[in-house]
């Protein structure tokens, strides 16, 4: 587990800023060809232990949500389920779960892009650090190979929050990626690397090549440097946002 956080609760104009961010989230998402009908969830904590987040409602498509559109639920509320606009059960497992047993995770961002899945259907869906990008994740990724369907109980759940660990980033075996952060353009950032990451891997693999596997001092070293960088997601996620601004504003509503 990621264990205690020192986060304070998110309040007042924190809050809503953060209602517009994960809102961006979810149109960038479809910007980029991430979303999937109306299904896949993204979500964010506003209490320090995580237990309280917004999250989107169910089946309402990613292109369409606003900032009033996210739920603010309770991991710990049994009665969540039986209210209008109730996320489906596997947002609630897997969502609900992580953030409740993950209270240093602030941000959870969960969909199936397609290289990513792809990555996550191989029978070893390790990501081969083969360049700056695919060896950011190196010795930060967590892999779970326990896909059992539908996420719908609380044992899945828990087994992927067991599975991320103290990790940023998880691989869902034939399922998906989900990326954690501290704030929505982090998350966003890594979501945006792990799938030009995957994308790059997987069409290493296609070439039928043997791949240039750099060794762990480099793979390491690499991804340590890249902490210097760590500004690049909030002059990007700024940028993208701007983009939506001059497009269609309306996520921040």
């Given at each position: 587990?990621?264990?205690?956080?020192?986060?304070?609760?998110?309040?007042?104009?924190?809050?809503?800023?953060?209602?517009?961010?994960?809102?961006?989230?979810?149109?960038?998402?479809?910007?980029?060809?991430?979303?999937?009908?109306?299904?896949?969830?993204?979500?964010?904590?506003?209490?320090?232990?995580?237990k309280r987040f917004l999250m989107n409602p169910k089946w309402k498509h990613?292109?369409?949500?606003?900032?009033?559109?996210?739920?603010?639920?309770?991991?710990?509320?049994?009665?969540?389920?039986?209210?209008?606009?109730?996320?489906?059960?596997?947002?609630?497992?897997?969502?609900?779960?992580?953030?409740?047993?993950?209270?240093?995770?602030?941000?959870?961002?969960?969909?199936?892009?397609?290289?990513?899945?792809?990555?996550?259907?191989?029978?070893?869906?390790?990501?081969?650090?083969?360049?700056?990008?695919?060896?950011?994740?190196?010795?930060?990724?967590?892999?779970?190979?326990?896909?059992?369907?539908?996420?719908?109980?609380?044992?899945?759940?828990?087994?992927?929050?067991?599975?991320?660990?103290?990790?940023?980033?998880?691989?869902?075996?034939?399922?998906?990626?989900?990326?954690?952060?501290?704030?929505?353009?982090?998350?966003?950032?890594?979501?945006?690397?792990?799938?030009?990451?995957?994308k790059t891997l997987m069409l290493a693999y296609s070439s039928g090549q043997?791949?240039?596997?750099?060794?762990?001092?480099?793979?390491?070293?690499?991804?340590?440097?890249?902490?210097?960088?760590?500004?690049?997601?909030?002059?990007?996620?700024?940028?993208?946002?701007?983009?939506?601004?001059?497009?269609?504003?309306?996520?921040?509503?």
């Open positions: 587990m990621n264990g205690q956080t020192s986060h304070a609760d998110v309040t007042g104009d924190d809050l809503a800023q953060l209602r517009i961010d994960l809102a961006a989230a979810f149109r960038l998402c479809v910007e980029f060809g991430w979303s999937e009908s109306v299904g896949n969830h993204l979500s964010a904590a506003v209490s320090a232990d995580g990613f292109g369409s949500i606003r900032a009033s559109d996210l739920l603010l639920l309770d991991a710990d509320d049994r009665t969540v389920m039986s209210r209008p606009n109730a996320p489906d059960p596997s947002a609630w497992t897997v969502h609900g779960t992580i953030h409740r047993e993950c209270p240093a995770v602030r941000v959870l961002l969960h969909c199936h892009p397609p290289y990513a899945t792809a990555l996550s259907t191989l029978k070893d869906p390790s990501m081969k650090p083969i360049d700056n990008n695919t060896a950011r994740f190196f010795g930060r990724l967590g892999i779970d190979l326990g896909f059992g369907g539908i996420a719908d109980d609380a044992e899945e759940g828990e087994r992927l929050a067991r599975s991320l660990g103290s990790n940023k980033t998880l691989l869902m075996g034939n399922h998906g990626v989900t990326c954690t952060g501290d704030t929505v353009a982090e998350a966003f950032e890594d979501l945006y690397f792990f799938e030009k990451a995957a043997a791949l240039n596997i750099l060794s762990d001092e480099i793979a390491r070293k690499t991804a340590e440097g890249w902490h210097a960088y760590k500004g690049m997601a909030f002059a990007h996620f700024d940028y993208l946002k701007s983009t939506l601004d001059r497009s269609n504003a309306s996520y921040k509503e």
